[in-house]
């Protein structure tokens, strides 16, 4: 199985020095670290600070991974307005930094939370905080926090088209860096434990078009087609006439280039286009949908199916590949839960760095979105597993070319994307996200599927 990458820090602890160590800010920083991290017999992993001093676990279950406070002020900004996204963003800005493995560390957000969420906890950390250090302020290094990094928020299709160009107008050669040679922006499928990831994404690939049916000379629409690996591979290998349609300018020209380079522009093509604006006199045999869910509100989500099934041929197919929130399933979604969810900033760093509005809804609402549209549920597949595996993937090349990286997009947005696809492993490998595939028909006037009785002909080599 991948091991989680490890991270190589940049702030390795140089000989205390009896001067520094002097600094009174230290001792008022010692005090609130156990009210924070919980004391040295509870807490797993050592804490670096700013002066080159640790303070050691003396658990005997150790972390892989350590803390280290960077900057005399680190605290003080962390915690004067304390949240999920106050913590995330003191790892952007460096106030904080993570050696070892970066995945692990996710779960200090709600350990945190758990310790100082309390009004007894407040009440005992607010003095503690106003007397930590405050005299280290960067205004360069600071003017990011608690401003969102684009445009103000439009709305409709603005704000999807808005959204994809945030968080794909990194450009192509960053995504190059740490994607498979394809451009395969999704979870991939692995067959063996020894699957490297270019093997397992060209099995995704084929799994799809596999679950499909697809045939020769049939009519595939590939909604969000990104880099155009799947209506590539479709078009290469199964022979089908294969349409992408993405709102991304830098995925499109890619795409182009790639089946241009394939020689198969006489069998797919990628346009830049709305998927609302596809004409419903424009029919398709197939359709896939992966990682584009994510990006529709839960409340336009049966409007979205419903132009799906307009756009597919009765006895037609559409795969819908996307990941799924278990802890929106399972949450009870009362007052003090949205209450918490406001007051910690739950999820904030994705929308506000990653994916702008982007919404993870439960399973179940997403199936009586397509099943109110007309649709069929015939299989459904989990791949939470095989995400977690990805997603290692992804962030072990992307650390292995980080000054690559940089270079391109700046050490913060490196960062960002470090600690985005690290905390969506977390979320996969600890079971509250799933990665889900779902296989739907729209059945002809007389009910019929055109699939198979059984599932054997997907695994027939």
């Known amino acids: 199985m991948a091991q989680p990458a490890r991270m190589i820090s940049h702030h390795d602890a140089p000989a205390p020095d009896p001067q520094r160590s002097r600094d009174p800010g ?21 804490i670096h600070l700013w002066d080159g001093s640790v303070d050691r ?77 405050a005299d280290d302020v960067d205004p360069a290094l600071d003017a990011h926090r608690f401003q969102r990094p684009r445009l103000a928020r439009a709305s409709g299709r603005r704000a999807t088209a808005d959204e994809i160009e945030f968080h794909y107008g990194v450009g192509n050669d960053f995504y190059a860096l740490w994607l498979d040679e394809r451009m395969i922006y999704s979870c991939a499928y692995y ?13 995704k690939l084929d799994h799809i078009c596999r679950k499909l049916r697809l045939m020769p000379g049939e009519r595939l629409l590939d909604i969000g087609c990104g880099w155009g690996g799947l209506i590539q591979h479709a078009a290469e290998h199964y022979g089908v006439q294969a349409l992408g349609i993405t709102l991304s300018e830098s995925q499109a020209a890619g795409a182009r280039k790639s089946i241009e380079a394939r020689g198969l522009t006489d069998r797919c093509r990628v346009e830049i286009v709305d998927f609302r604006d596809l004409p419903t006199s424009q029919k398709f045999d197939k359709m896939s949908s992966v990682g584009v869910m994510e990006h529709v509100p839960e409340a336009e989500q049966p409007a979205y199916f419903a132009r799906a099934h307009a756009l597919l041929e009765p006895g037609g197919l559409f ?11 399972r949450s009870r979604n009362t007052l003090a839960e949205r209450f918490n969810r406001w007051l910690w900033k739950r999820d904030q760093f994705i929308d506000k760095y990653v994916f702008p509005d982007g919404r993870i ?28 595996r990805t997603l290692r993937a992804w962030v072990a090349t992307l ?3 980080k ?7 700046g050490e913060r947005t490196y960062r960002v994307w470090h600690l985005y696809m690290s905390a969506s492993a977390h979320g ?31 695994y027939r080599s």
Do not use: W
């Not at 000054?403 to 997009?409: L, N, T």
């Not at 779902?438 to 059945?443: A, D, E, H, V, W």
């Open 26 to 46: 230290l001792a008022r920083t010692r005090e609130i670290l156990g009210l924070v991290f919980g004391p040295s017999d509870e807490r797993t992993f050592d």
């Open 57 to 133: 676990s003396t658990s005997q279950t150790r972390a892989d991974f350590a803390l280290h406070v960077c900057r005399r002020g680190a605290l003080r900004r962390m915690l004067i307005r304390p949240s999920e996204l106050s913590i995330v963003e003191a790892f952007i800005s460096r106030d904080l930094d993570v050696s070892g493995n970066l995945e692990s560390a996710m779960s200090l957000g709600d350990a945190v939370g758990s310790r100082i969420q309390s009004v007894s906890g407040a009440v005992k950390l607010l003095p503690k905080i106003l007397a930590l250090p």
């Open 191 to 203: 067959k063996s434990e020894t699957d490297d990831l270019a093997s397992a994404q060209t099995a």
């Open 319 to 329: 795969m819908n590949h996307c990941i799924v929130s278990l802890s929106v399933a």
């Open 361 to 388: 809804v439960s399973f179940g609402s997403l199936i009586k979105s397509a099943e109110l549209a007309g649709f069929e549920t015939r299989d459904v597949e989990s791949l939470r597993e095989h995400y977690t």
């Open 399 to 401: 650390q292995r070319r």
């Open 403 to 409: 000054e690559e990286a940089v270079a391109i997009v």
């Open 428 to 458: 996969f490998d600890s079971g509250s996200l799933g990665l889900v595939q779902t296989l739907l028909s729209k059945p002809s006037a007389s009910g019929r599927s055109n699939l198979p009785l059984t599932r054997e002909d997907l």
